[in-house]
């Protein structure tokens, strides 16, 4: 059975991050984990410090962060053009220039979100 997303669900992502090879020490051996496991994790310590700076010069947390990474944040990410994400039966999505329903805006450059953000 193929289901698709109902108007009120979002499915589509506002960023994107790196889902493969994340190094760690577990069980004091070093491996490679990925998927949204390791991404978003990544994505929230990035959050984190951003949120860090701010206080820093004694301005609020972010909060939600939507409306500051498509009025002003869009630039402060790298965009994936060249990408695709076929499978299960299904064509899948391309990643194209600007917004697109399989990178969002793209990955995050930690320097230009510090602009953005401070």
């Not at 009025?71 to 053009?81: P, Q, T, Y």
Request: aromatic share 6%; charged share 20%.
């Amino acid at each position: 059975m193929r289901t698709a997303p109902q108007q009120s669900d979002k499915g589509i992502p506002d960023v994107s991050a790196q889902v493969h090879k994340f190094q760690i020490v577990w069980q004091g051996q070093r491996i490679s984990i990925g998927g949204t496991s390791a991404a978003t994790p990544m994505f929230a310590g990035l959050v984190a410090l951003l949120n860090d700076a701010r206080l820093a010069t004694g301005r609020p947390t972010l909060g939600f962060l939507n409306p500051l990474l498509y009025k002003r944040g869009k630039d402060a990410f790298n965009e994936v053009v060249d990408s695709a994400n076929s499978g299960c039966g299904t064509p899948g999505l391309n990643a194209t220039k600007g917004w697109d329903p399989m990178t969002g805006l793209g990955t995050p450059d930690f320097k230009k979100l510090l602009k953005v953000c401070v």
